[in-house]
């Protein structure tokens, strides 16, 4: 069965610093990986998806991922983060062929000025 | 371009009542997937229609079915309301089935 684990449900940092969160997934195959963002009250946006390639994704808001098949791996970077950044993100793994998604429980960020 | 869009906002029922809950796809997005995300969790999967058939379901009991109409757009029915299906309630769309984008998502709450 497939799973997520985002084991950070919370995180603070200072405006400015740098952000890692973790993802690690569960999937049969090779997977598609996600991460969504969610602001309070409203839907998922997408930041950045991989399906194959390049392991080192870019995405959207300056955000990337890396890949890591040995890990079981999908964390989410930015280098410098911006108060707007602060909201819940969501890594998912699935989508291969139509697959549904399988979302982690959310890591949920503050920033702190 | 609009986007995923999805009627209504919110919602208020009672125990045992029903709901229609509605979403109109990205355009020229074909698959319809509903997601359930109780407060503080992760959204969990539904179920999926393409071409007007449900193609997978995960794991709610029979009181959740949808249906998918010509026009791509879809309609998520609950049945016999319980407390527990107070949540947000989450459409998303895709072309096949792959990146999947999300609507803005329908508040229910039953009481």
């Known amino acids: 069965a497939q799973s997520v684990t985002q084991p950070d449900i919370h995180i603070t940092v200072s405006e400015g610093a740098s952000l890692e969160l973790r993802c690690n997934y569960s999937?049969?195959?090779?997977?598609?990986l996600f991460w969504y963002v969610q602001s309070p009250g409203q839907g998922l946006q997408l930041l950045l998806k991989?399906?194959?390639?390049?392991?080192l994704v870019q995405g959207i808001k300056g955000f990337e991922a890396e890949f890591k098949r040995s890990q079981s791996s999908f964390n989410l970077r930015k280098p410098s983060v911006h108060w707007s950044d602060a909201a819940e993100y969501f890594c998912?793994?699935?989508?291969?062929?139509?697959?549904?998604?399988?979302f982690g429980t959310g890591t949920r960020l503050a920033v702190r000025p | 371009d609009a986007g995923v869009t999805q009627s209504p906002t919110h919602l208020i029922k009672t125990r045992g009542q029903q709901v229609t809950l509605r979403c109109s796809p990205k355009s020229g997005h074909d698959t319809v997937s509903w997601y359930q995300q109780a407060l503080g969790q992760g959204p969990q999967f539904i179920f999926q229609?393409?071409?007007?058939?449900?193609?997978q379901r995960g794991n709610f009991p029979d009181r959740f079915s949808g249906h998918q109409f010509p026009n791509y757009s879809s309609e998520l029915n609950v049945n016999a309301l319980l407390l527990g299906d107070s949540a947000l309630y989450l459409c998303a769309s895709s072309f096949g089935g792959e990146t999947q984008y999300f609507g803005p998502g329908t508040r229910l709450l039953v009481l």
């Open positions: 991989y399906f194959w390639g390049d392991t």
């Open positions: 998912a793994v699935g989508g291969v062929g139509g697959d549904k998604l399988t």
């Open positions: 999937y049969g195959a090779t997977p598609y």
């Open positions: 229609y393409y071409e007007e058939e449900e193609r």
